[in-house]
Structure formats: C-alpha cells, structure tokens
C-alpha cells in the first residue's frame, strides 16, 4: 500500500504521519505545495520560485507520480488540484481510497460557532478566516472520501460519520528540540529569581483570546504576582519550541473550546497547560486529560492560583508528558489512520 | 443570527451603527458591507461591528481603472505638449485634452448601458460574492443605492430582506428629472420584494406607502441614548470657557455638516439684527464653512460668531448641553428636506437643549407639538432673527421655559424606544428572539 500525505502540512501533521507510518513499515510520501514559514518537515517541498516551474513540478508529480499511490490522505480540505477537489472523483474512480483530515477553520462553521457559543473563536475573526472551499470540501469528503478524520473534537458537529484523530507529534524530535531551551530552571525554586514566564503562541492572535490573555496578565501583574508573559510568534517551529521550552506555564488559546497542536507539544515539554475545553466536547475527549481548564471569565484567577503555587508545576507537567505519549505519539495515531486505510475504523 | 448591512456610506451613518450594537445586544453577528475609498482598510471593527469595505467601480475594476489611468495620462500628456510649445499650442492641446477626457468618460458611460438595465454593476456583484460568502440568515439594506443587489442576493439566496430607507432617496435635490423618475421607478419595483420596510419619520413613511401601495413602514427615529453619567440638568460650560463668551450671554448653536443648502449664510446675516447678547456657535464642518468665515468677516461678526470643529459623539452631548439653545434651519429644497427628521434634533433632545426649527412638517410635530421650542418660517435673516429673538426674549422666559417640557419628554425619544422596534421587526422575520 503506499500512501500519500498533502498538499498541506498543516501543523507539519502530514510529514509526522507519513514519516511513522513509514517507520511501521508502509511506504508513504509526503508533500506540501506551499511551506509557509514554520519549517515543518516534509518528504518534498514545492519551492521552485517561479510559478511556471511551480507548474510544471505539480504537473509532474501529478501525473507522472500520484497515480502510483493507493491511499491519500488529504489535509485542511485541498486534494491534488488545490481547493477546487477535482480530482477526487477521478481518484475515486481509478479505485484509489481517499481520506480527508480536517483542523479548524477548514470545515468550521463560523455563523454556527457564533451564535451557538458564547465565546468562539470566530466571533473575534475578522476577516473570516474560513476556508473558502469550505462548504465544497465538506460535500466531496462527505460524498467521496473512504474516511474523514478531525483534528478536533468540535468539528465533529460539522461532519457526521467523522472521527476524531489527535494531532500526532514526534516525541524524538521533540526531545531533541527540547534539549535548546535556555534558561528552563523554573521559578519559584530555591535560588531561581525570575517572574513566572507564561508562554503563549498565537497564530492568529483574534482567534486565539491573545488580547484577553495579555489583558489578565497584566492585571495580574499589577496586583503584585511575578509572572511575565512570553508572546512567541513570527518564528520558526523550532525556535518557537526553544522560547516556549524556557518557560514555566503555558497558555494555548481561550477562545475556540478545544486544545490545538500548541498544547500537545508544550504538554510533550512537561509544561502545564491551561486552555479553554468546551462543556460539551469533554466527553470526547480521552479520560484523564491534563490540560488545565479555564475560561474567558476565570482565566485571570485560575492563571494567578498557578503562578502562586509552583508545587503543582511537576505532578501537572508529568501528567502532560503520560498523556501525550499516550494519545499523541505519532505511532499511536499512525497506527489509528492505517486501521482505516485498511477498512477497519474501530 | 448572522445579518449582512448593506450600505453605501463611506463615513457610517450613526443610525447603521446603532441598529448594529442593538442587534450584537440581542445575540446577533452584524457584518456590515460598506464603501470604501484609497487608504481606507478593506476590513475593520467599528465598536462590535465587523466592516468589510468595497470600492465602488462602474465597470470591472480593471478596466475601470485603466480608464482612471488614461484620463491622468492624457491631461497630463496634452498640459506637458501645451506648456512646452507655447500660448497657441497650449490653448489648443488643453482643450484637446479636455476633448479626449470627455470621450474617454463618454465610453466608459456607453460601455455600462450597454448591459441591461437590471443587471448589476461590477461592484455589485462583489458586493453579491461577499453576501453568499457571508452566508447571513438575514439581509438589512440601507438606502436605495444597495436595494438593487439585496433584492438580488435575498432572492438567489432565499433569505429575508429588510429595507432601511434614511431618505425619500428619489427625491434628493442633486438628482435630474430624469434620474428622479428612473429611481422612483426603481424603488417602486424593488420594494415589493422587501420583507420589512424601515423609514425614518411618519411623513416619509407616509410618502412611501401612497407612491409605491405598499404597508406603511415601521418608522425608527435616528434617536440617540444619553451618555453614561450625562446629567441633562447640569449644563457644562464648554463653549464659554473655550471660546470666552461672557457668562451673562447667551450661546445659540448649529451643530452638524455646514451645507451650502441649509440657510446658513442667512442665518449667520440675521446675527447682526438679534441682540448682541446671543453668540452663535457653528460647530462641525462642511463645504459652506469658508463661505460663511467670510460673511462674518464682512458684517464683523467675529465677536459673536464662533467656529468649532467636529467632536466625536462620545463627548457630543456633553458640547450640546454647554448652549443655551439650538437652530435646525434646514430648507425644504427639495421634497426629502421638507419631510427631514435630522439627528439633531434628537441630540438636542436630548441634551435637554430648547431648540428653534424651520417651520417643516416633522419639526414641527415634534418641536412645536411637544413644547421643545420655536417653530417658524426661516427663509429670510429678517425671520431667523425673529425667530431667535423669540426664543431668547427674556419676559417670556427665554429658553429655560421650554426645558422642563424637554426634561419630561426625552425619554420618548431615545435609541432604548427605538430599539424594541429594530427587536420587533427581526422577530416577525424570525431572526430574533422577541423582546
């Protein structure tokens, strides 16, 4: 069986799957058309700079490679032929499989999420950042796609029959990455004197509460707590985790209801994690997770009991780790996508 | 809900905003559609109001653009020619170069009517992609000039339409005879595909409904709300401490866009008859205000005439209520003057400011009906001065006569009446929970 994973490498998901599913012993490929800023690792990269060598590099790959996969698997609702998804009929009629791997705004509803919740994330984002293939991408993979997968468990509400996938994450790599973090003594330790540094990483700052964030930090501040917020943004995935890893704390977002692939990797750094987990997606998630829950009206008080009391720091950040490894390694949820490919989605 | 404004203001008119925040009050998301101009950005939050803007182009922008482009290129090409080869020549190649602009314009105009009437301009139809992108559960058009593609996106898109008519749009003095008629014509056709119609005072809505057979519409006045702590009982001070009025004076003010239309310039005239204890204060801007600088330089008003620039609306009432009384001189030029309900009026209001109105029909109900102040003729500096004279005469009381009237009655006149309308009229189209 081989397999294909793109043309989007979101949170660099389809290069951390193609590379475990090949480590278990399939034969994968993974692509991206357009590599963004973040340098996520992936098997082949679209980089030739002029749009006529663009062109012909996509052509070549689609006609003369993509044809030799079985299975693809299809990431933030682009197939071969970008957002227009023309291809996937034909894909289905050659006999090959077809999976969709949606993560957020992709397939999120926003004028539902609006006026459902009381906080969302789309309510602060302006302009829409929705796909604009959304609703077409929701009708091919519903129609056409062997199996859709979400990243998230609130996006199950917009695609019935699909299944939650966790976002995977490479706990080598990571280790290794974690190994550049500077200054990781934590605060609050005999001979360590530093503000409490509080790590938050916003790819889109409306989406993410950062204003609120920063907002509650600073009144914090002002009512005598040492704590500092580290805004990491702008940078590299890897110099992202060396700034993130040097901190105590970690926010993920307040705003969307679900933990993104941020809190994933600052709980595979043993760093606790506050973010916001809608009521109603708690069931779905798997037992025992770690992330620690607060919202737009509590986060002030539920950040500063943190900062005070260092002593939770440990227990909290090694749940993290236990939890991350268990649901997020890149094995495990390899391991999930190939059950599918194979026809078996328990 | 979702609900998509439609609007053509490049400068958002206040009543859009209000009914936007009422309808976010009530859990809506309000996306307002708007003009845009060079340099403004195309998406912005005014207040909780997401505003994308959309320039306006009379054929697809390209070509719209490329016609701009020439027209500079060929002024400046034919001045260049001119300036070089000398007095003949220049005359000659400006004039040409006129000529060549003129076509360029004539073309551009031929090229656009050579589409069907009822089909829509470029610009619509990006205004008709944003709308199905937007995806709303209602659409809410203000004035004429957007009804035409909401009228096309509530069809296509099967969707509710409410029509929010701030004038008698067919009836704007700056129009032809002929553009009048095609417009009139146009809102008669198009109304009848609206689900709510909203207009801004009875009389307008009235004209409405005998011109085009339809229910009268819901009338919502440009009311405003007091600021929070405002205290209509205790004036401020602003305009004496600012501009050293003596406080034995008295202030009369004009506040709003300094239009050549609105009897300014009689206003201002009429100064020299009335007492030289009533200052007049002009606060605003527009077009007639160096017209008006020089009126008051040549009758040597400078003492008693003062001018003030805009000031935003958080501190407007604040500025409002520091005079002693307020004008409202607006000129029945044409039928949609006549039947204005103008939104000082309901600034002074509410500000609890005695207020001197030209003698037009809503003005008139509301001014005079309710005892807020002096209602008369003002086509002449003879009648301003009158009429200001009666206000400030001193043995009947002068302006503080008619504040209590004014203290009673404000609340039937601010936005939180008006809001339950808004509230009303989206329940009935099953967007909003009733109140």
Known sequence: MRIFHGPKNTGGMAGILARAQRELGYDTWSVNYNPGNFGYFCDQVFTNPSIIGRMWEWMWFVLAKAPQFDVFHFYFGESLCGPKLLDVPWLKRMGKRVFFYFCGCDIRDSKYAVTTHKHSACANCWPMNCSRNRIKARKIALEYADGIFVSTPDLLEFLPGARLLPQPIDLEHFAALSQNQGDSAPAGQPG????????????????K?????????ERLRRRGLKVQLVLVENQSHAEAIAASGSCDLAVDQLLVGTYGQYAVEMMALGKPTLCHIRQDVEPLYPQGCPII???????ENVLGEWVTHPEWWPAAGESGRRYVKQVHDMYSVARICLKAYHGNSQ | MRIVMVTDDVVIDRRILQEAETLIDRGNEVILIASGEKGMPQFEWIGRVKVERIRRYILPPRIDSFCAKAMNDVRRFFVRVGQDIGRVIRFFAVRTGRVLVKLILLARGLAWRIVRKNALLPFERVILDRIRWYNPDAIHAHDLPCLKVSVCASRRLHMPLIYDAHELYPEIDTLSRVQKRTLSRMEKRLVRHCDQIITVNPFIAEEMAKRYGVVEPTVIYNAIDRPEGFDPTVAPNRFRESMSIPAGDSILLYQGWMSKTRGLQDLVRAMKMVDDSVHLVMMGYGEARAELEQIVREENLGERVHFKEAVGQDELLYWTASADAGIIPYQPIDLNNYYSSPNKLFEFIQAALP?????????????????????????????????????????????????????ERAGEYNWANEEKKISTIYSQIGSVEPE
């Open chain 1, 192 to 207: 360590v004197n530093r503000p409490v540094r509080v790590a938050h990483a916003p790819s889109n700052r409306a989406i």
């Open chain 1, 209 to 217: 509460g950062t204003d609120m964030i920063i907002a509650a930090i």
């Open chain 1, 293 to 299: 829950r607060t919202t737009v009206d509590d986060f």
């Open chain 2, 355 to 407: 207020i001197v109105a030209n003698d037009l029909p809503f003005l008139r109900k509301v001014v005079a009906g309710e005892g807020f102040g002096v209602v008369a003729e003002l086509q002449s500096p003879d009648q301003y001065a009158r009429a200001i004279g009666e206000m400030f005469d001193a043995s009947q009381g002068g302006p503080g006569r008619f504040r209590p009237r004014l203290l």
